[in-house]
């Protein structure tokens, strides 16, 4: 049981560049989540889906697009990535109800 | 908008400690709470979910309590060992059920 995979695991950018992270859960849960983790900062949510074809913004959402056009996968998007956006991003999913959050394990993305 | 605060920011401890940390949130209108754990370079695992109903949940060696009129959450770990060390993190989840705000974490070291 695979869980929640992130991928790539690691990423480095140009300025300017785009790119997009892949998260793939295998446990048919509704909710799908995009956090970034920087030093002092903690977990801030960028996006978030309660359901495949539906997203919404989260605390941090400027910079960054998702998609969710299945439901096992949400698509974080960089159109033109900038040095700020350097830093840890996990995906997370949960079920309906009281269903306790599962996160992957992260892929550190650095912008020069 | 939800506020989580986690005191002490960091803790030290000798081994067979129990240790007590803290979580206060400002907006008491919440659907449940999860702590997590996460180890350095790694991705966040779930340790303990209290339903906004329930005032304790208990796992082993862990036990968290959820005041949720006084918007406070405490996990208690007993008997602490090295292989406790890690960074510890609350998130009450909003009344809504979908978005979850985290703490900026207790970051803990167990000395042998």
């Known amino acids: 049981n695979a869980g929640v995979t992130q991928t790539p695991k690691f990423r480095v950018l140009k300025t300017g560049q785009s790119m997009t992270l892949l998260c793939a859960q295998d446990?048919?849960?509704?909710?799908m989540y995009w956090y970034r983790q920087d030093p002092g900062m903690g977990l801030r949510l960028i996006h978030y889906s309660v359901g495949e074809g539906t997203t919404a913004k989260g605390e941090v959402p400027d910079g960054y697009n998702v998609s969710r056009l299945k439901k096992q996968n949400f698509l974080l998007g960089l159109e033109s990535a900038a040095p700020s956006q350097t830093s840890v991003y996990f995906c997370?999913?949960?079920?309906?109800?009281?269903?306790?959050?599962?996160f992957g394990n992260g892929t550190r993305l650095t912008v020069t | 908008k939800q506020e989580v605060t986690q005191i002490p920011a960091a803790l030290s401890v000798p081994e067979g400690e129990n240790l007590v940390l803290n979580c206060s949130f400002t907006d008491s209108a919440i659907y449940n709470l999860q702590w997590f754990r996460q180890d350095p370079g790694k991705g966040l695992t779930s340790l303990l979910l209290i339903q906004s109903s329930q005032r304790e949940q208990t796992s082993g060696r862990l036990n968290a309590s959820l005041d949720k009129s006084s918007g406070r959450s405490t996990l208690y770990i007993a008997a602490s060992q090295p292989g406790d060390s890690a960074t510890y993190l609350c998130?009450?989840?909003?009344?809504?059920?979908?978005?979850?705000?985290f703490g900026g974490g207790t970051r803990v070291l167990v000395k042998p």
């Open positions: 446990m048919n849960h509704e909710y």
């Open positions: 997370a999913s949960r079920g309906q109800g009281n269903s306790p959050l599962h």
């Open positions: 998130a009450p989840i909003g009344a809504a059920g979908n978005k979850l705000t």
